[in-house]
């Protein structure tokens, strides 16, 4: 809709202007069209639509950042070098591009539009400005760059730049593919190398934490409850692949009813400060937990420097572990695949099972 309406106002400014007949067609069967398509979601979503629920995202100049950034740069700069051949040219895809840009300028890092028109907070109440400003540039930065590419080879000769292009790509493709081959070869030391060097955060999970939450997943009943990590980021994939109900999640700005599980949290976050304190068993078993899953990065913190993450993982201070917990019985390690249970006997050993005692987990490195 951000890049589609502007268009069927102002392309009236190109110089192939459609007849009013296809105007009106462009306006209103497509429309019609894609209301009909989506009728069944939004009957869905009558009842939320007239409620108070409102995206807590806000307007912001520097979203601007946002449309260089997640772009890369060299796109933004191209399609800036593009948008006068477009205006210049002014075909209808042209003025389309064109409005489509300002347009997510608009919504994403200005708001002009909402302060003078107060009547658009209503339309715009679900807007996320900095997805739009992320991923609303897209289409519009491919077609403006390509026209400012087109533009330059022209300049250059198309002739020499295809000699350049036939002479340049085995080279380039030969080139790429080499280290792409020496990167998986030497993955580990390049990953070790890199650490302190690197600033992104890279994978929250190893392949271990995956293993144990797909053991999770495959050997414990639908309505198992889990106590994840309680430091950020952490716990983020459990319930995803385990797909199981966990303590912990990641929090987002436009969760709404989350004070009793926030609560929980604040309440439960104290376990992972002193694991092995024997009052937490019968807390656990009061919120329902019957599993409690270990990140790699905390059991082992020696694994982080083969881990493909760079920046210093969320731990929490503690003064025991899951492993001394006498209360806890350890059912899965990541480095043998083994179930193992002693206490029980409704536990089958080897198989991973477990009918009434806490489960502890502890990934190991593989």
Known sequence: MIGYVPFLLTVWLARERPALRTWLGLAAAIPLGALVIIAPWLLGLAPLLGSEIASPFEVAPYHLGTMLVMSGFLVPAL??????????????????????????????????????????????????????????????????????????????????????????????????????????????????????????????????????MQWLRENTPPDARVMNYGANHEADWTPVIAERDTVFYRPQMFFKGTEASLAEQAALRGFWADPADPAWAAVLAAHG??????????????????????????????????????????VFDAEGRAGVCASDPACAVGQGLFTRSIAGFRSNPL
């Open 79 to 212: 399609a800036v070098a593009g948008a006068p051949l477009a205006a210049r040219r002014r075909g209808p895809v042209d003025v389309w591009m064109l409005t489509w840009l300002v347009a997510v300028v608009e919504f994403g890092a200005l708001g002009l539009l909402e302060r003078a028109l107060p009547f658009m907070a209503t339309l715009l109440k679900y807007d996320y400005p900095f997805s739009i400003a992320w991923h609303g540039p897209v289409i519009p930065y491919l077609y403006l760059g390509t026209l400012s590419v087109l533009w330059i080879g022209g300049r250059l000769g198309w002739a020499r730049v295809e000699r350049w292009v036939r002479r340049g790509t085995p080279a380039v493709l030969g080139g790429a593919a080499a280290l792409l081959v020496l990167a998986g070869v030497f993955a580990e030391p390049l990953v070790i190398a890199s650490k302190g060097r690197l600033r992104f955060f890279g994978a929250f999970s190893s392949h271990a934490d995956v293993a144990a």
């Open 289 to 330: 937990v019957r599993y409690v899953l270990v990140p790699q990065v905390i059991a082992n913190p020696e694994a982080h420097t083969r881990m493909f993450r760079w920046r210093d993982p969320f731990v929490i201070a503690a003064t025991s572990t899951p492993a001394e917990a006498a209360y806890l019985e350890l």
